[in-house]
Every structure is written in C-alpha cells, then in structure tokens.
C-alpha cells in the first residue's frame, strides 16, 4: 500500500477483534511515531504501551475512558509530551504545551498511518480523565495527554466517512 492508499483507507475504528498484536508490530508502529519530525527536533513525546488485561481492567475501575469501547481494544496507547523540553520559543505568544502538542499530534499520526497499512483499526480519543490516567499509570505530572489511541483489528468495516470538497478547506 502506498501513501495515498494509507491515507485514504485510514477510518475511524471503533470495534476490534478479540486478537493479540505482535510485539514485532507494536514495535513498528512505535519506531513509526519515532521517525516523525518535530519542533526543534525535541522529541518530547512518549507513549504508555497498555497491552494486559489487567492495567486494562485497572483503567476501567477508575473510569478513565469515557468510552467503553476503548478497554476493548487489544492495544491501548497513551499518547503523552513533555512541554518543558521547549526551552525557547520563535513565537512570543506561543505556549510550550501547543508545541508538545502539535508534535505528539505528528508523530501519532505517522504512528496511526502505519497501523492502517499493516491493516489494523485505530481511533483519536481526546474525551478522557487525564489526571487520573497519570496517577494510575505513574506519569509525571509535567506530561500532557491530549489524547489515547485504542489499537485493533477491526472486528468491522464502517463506511467511508464524506469529507467536505477541497475548495471548502482552502482559503
């Protein structure tokens, strides 16, 4: 599959099969994320791998996904920045934590990419309880986690989303 293939058979995945990943695959979605660029070339970015059934079933005591669809998932990563690794900024106004942000964004993309070629199913979270996913992981509180990204073989094949004509999202 190509690039443009990826991008274009890359959906929303929300149901996965009851099915393992390879630590060979969960390794080259990780290098994947590695290889992305970012700001300066800081590499703030660190992923919490959750693969066991029991951290699973410990997110799910306390709630941490308001979605229940994410504990189903075979693979769970929690995507997370270190905002304090920006020592300076080019643009007065900008804040470290935009781009921690902006670079976790980039790189989990690169990281969801790849998961849609080896023909796995991911989804963005962002609606999630942030403090209690650090406490319960032992995350340094200076880390922020804009987002999760559950990780599966799609147990089903959802319909192409339409998206809005090229001319609506240029200036």
Avoid at 82 to 101: F, G, K, L, R, W
Wanted: hydrophobic content about 35%; overall charge positive.
């Amino acid at each position: 599959m190509n690039v443009k293939e990826t991008i274009e058979s890359r959906k929303s995945i929300r149901k996965y099969k009851d099915k393992q990943i390879s630590e060979e695959i969960i390794t080259e979605l990780l290098d994947a994320a590695r290889k992305a660029p970012s700001a300066k070339n800081v590499q703030s970015h660190k992923y919490f791998v959750v693969k066991d059934k029991e951290t699973r079933d410990k997110l799910r005591k306390y709630e941490v996904f308001r979605q229940d669809y994410v504990y189903d998932a075979p693979l769970i990563i929690i995507c997370c920045a270190d905002p304090t690794q920006y020592p300076e900024s080019v643009d007065v106004d900008a804040n470290p934590n935009n781009y921690a942000h902006i670079d976790l964004s980039i790189a989990t993309s690169f990281l969801v990419l790849r998961a849609t070629e080896l023909g796995l199913g991911s989804v963005f979270v962002a609606w999630i309880y942030r403090d209690k996913i650090k406490k319960i992981l032992n995350i340094p509180e200076h880390y922020i986690i804009p987002f999760v990204i559950p990780i599966g073989y799609p147990a089903e094949e959802p319909k192409q989303k339409s998206r809005k004509d090229l001319g609506e999202i240029v200036f």
